[in-house]
């Protein structure tokens, strides 16, 4: 059974930073894609951000040069260091797993994940994430 647990969210000032994290058990794909999602209040959820299990990253313009997705394999932990936080950045924070076709995007010899919400067949509860002006 695939788990996904967040921690990690929390309160700051704009300007500040948070790392949140996603510990996941119950896969053992070598070839897998992990995302990170939110959702403000009365807004759709959207993607943040997704890695590849090589390690190759892809981000949604709204947090190109403020986010950094990471994992660490030993741990089965997927992180997104989170900089220059601004309140538009509220919003609960999800973590997302996969490993079909749906979510890898062969492009090539390159290996890409996608940042749609439809790639994803397994969840996080989610972590809150608030920051204010």
């Known amino acids: 059974q695939v788990q996904l647990v967040e921690s990690g969210g929390g309160s700051v000032q704009a300007g500040g930073s948070l790392r949140l994290s996603c510990a996941a058990s119950?896969?053992?794909?070598?070839?897998?894609?992990m995302a990170w999602f939110r959702q403000a209040p009365g807004k759709e959820r959207e993607g943040v951000a997704a890695?590849?299990?090589?390690?190759?990253?892809t981000y949604a313009d709204s947090v190109k040069g403020r986010f950094t997705i990471s994992q660490d394999n030993a741990k089965n932990t997927l992180y997104l260091q989170m900089n220059s936080l601004k309140p538009e950045d509220t919003a609960m924070y999800y973590c997302?797993?996969?490993?079909?076709?749906?979510?890898?995007?062969?492009?090539?010899?390159?290996?890409?994940?996608?940042?749609?919400?439809?790639?994803?067949?397994?969840w996080g509860q989610g972590t809150q994430v608030t920051v204010s002006s």
């Open positions: 119950g896969y053992t794909y070598s070839s897998y894609c």
């Open positions: 997302a797993a996969d490993w079909g076709a749906t979510a890898i995007q062969v492009l090539g010899v390159t290996r890409r994940c996608r940042i749609s919400i439809s790639a994803y067949r397994y």
């Open positions: 890695i590849y299990s090589d390690g190759s990253p």
